[in-house]
Each structure stands twice: as C-alpha cells, then as structure tokens.
C-alpha cells in the first residue's frame, strides 16, 4: 500500500506566486491534517479535516487555504507565497482521529 | 489548552550511553503516542500508551506513562547512531497535541 502520498517532493516558489501541495491517502481515513515543520523544529498544525466536505484551522491557518472534497484527497493551497512560508510540510492521515497518524515524506518548499 | 512540553529540546550523546527524555502536561490525556523522525522523512509512530503507569519496551526503547496520565517518558538503552532523530510525543484529543520534540544525535 501507498499509504500518504505528497507531490511534489520539491518546490521553489517566487514571492507573490500560488501553488497547491497535493496529498492523497489509500487507506480511506476519515481524518487528515496537514503540518509545517520549520528547520530543527517540531511540527506545528496548518488545517485537518475529519471527513470529506469538513475542515477546521489549526494552529498556524494564515496564508492557507484547503478543501476535502474526497475523503482520499486533502490538497493545501498557498495563494500568494511569502518567505515566511519556507519550511517542510507534511500531510498524515488517522483513521478515526483516536488512531495514530500515517504521515507522508514532504513536500520541501522554498519561497525567494 | 493542552500542552506538551518535552526535555531536553537537544541531546547529543555518544554510542553506547543511555538516555532518558520527557514529555511532561499539566493536562491528563486518555493516550500518549511516541514518534521517530528521521532526517528527510516523515514521523514514525513507535508507541501507543493508554494506561497510567503503563510500561512498553521495544527493543532497546522502554516508554512510561505516568500513573496520572500527565507525563511520559522515554528511555533508550545503549544508544545507537540508527537512534538519531526527533521524538515527538502527542497526546490524545482532536486533533492531536504534538510536543515540540527532543532531537537526538547519537555519536559513533
């Protein structure tokens, strides 16, 4: 099984640009999230969504936007890059919110 | 709101050493999870503890939950190089409490 897949892998993006990070899940989980981890730093809450057509902010939603309309895919948009916005995002997924998450390898995005 | 506060925030040790690190709440939580990440990947969940004062060991990794369910803590024995990385512990709730995590270097 795939489990969590993110594209892309890599991304430098110009200052005012827009772009959406793409995640995709095959274990039809209910609940996905999405993270931003910054260098040496733990993992801090953009947007989860406990079921398709639901989303809720996290701790850091400013410049963020997402949609759930499936329960397989949770994509994350950036509308206008900043710098602020460089760091490592990571998608999961957990079955019923009480379950451990699955988490996928990143999406390592650069904004100059 | 609830917090996890983990100690130390860095730890460099050498191989063979033992090490014990913490996730501490003012906040009871109905589970703690434990997690690895290592450079370049995603956290990995190693453990689940559900019952206070609860004892898991895997392999070298031994997890505690406090009788209060407020506190963890994790123990490795004889320390590796393959143990380098960053341990997050998370509580139960909705959605998942994440600690900031302790990051681990491990010296051959």
């Known amino acids: 099984n795939a489990g969590v897949t993110q594209t892309p892998k890599f991304r430098i993006l110009k200052i005012g640009q827009s772009m959406t990070l793409q995640c995709t899940q095959d274990m039809n989980h209910n609940y996905m999230y999405w993270y931003r981890q910054d260098p040496g730093m733990g993992l801090k809450l953009i947007y989860y969504?406990?079921?398709?057509?639901?989303?809720d902010k996290g701790e850091v939603p400013n410049g963020y936007n997402v949609s759930r309309s499936t329960t397989e895919d949770f994509p994350l948009r950036l509308e206008l890059a900043a710098p602020s916005q460089t760091s490592v995002y990571f998608c999961a997924s957990s079955d019923t919110g009480r379950e451990p998450q699955h988490f996928g390898d990143g999406t390592r995005l650069s904004i100059l | 709101t609830q917090l996890l506060e983990q100690s130390p925030q860095f730890l460099s040790i050498q191989e063979g050493e033992n090490l014990t690190v913490y996730c501490n709440s003012s906040s009871v939580f109905s589970s703690l999870q434990w997690y690895r990440q290592e450079p370049g990947e995603g956290p990995v969940l190693l453990v689940t503890v559900v019952t206070g004062g609860e004892v898991k060991k895997l392999k070298r990794l031994t997890f505690q939950f406090g009788d209060a369910r407020k506190d963890s803590s994790l123990h490795i024995t004889a320390a590796q190089p393959g143990d380098t990385g960053l341990y997050l512990c998370?509580?139960?709730?909705?959605?998942?409490?994440f600690g900031k995590g302790t990051r681990l270097s491990v010296i051959a």
């Open positions: 969504s406990v079921g398709a057509g639901i989303t």
């Open positions: 998370a509580g139960q709730g909705t959605p998942l409490v």
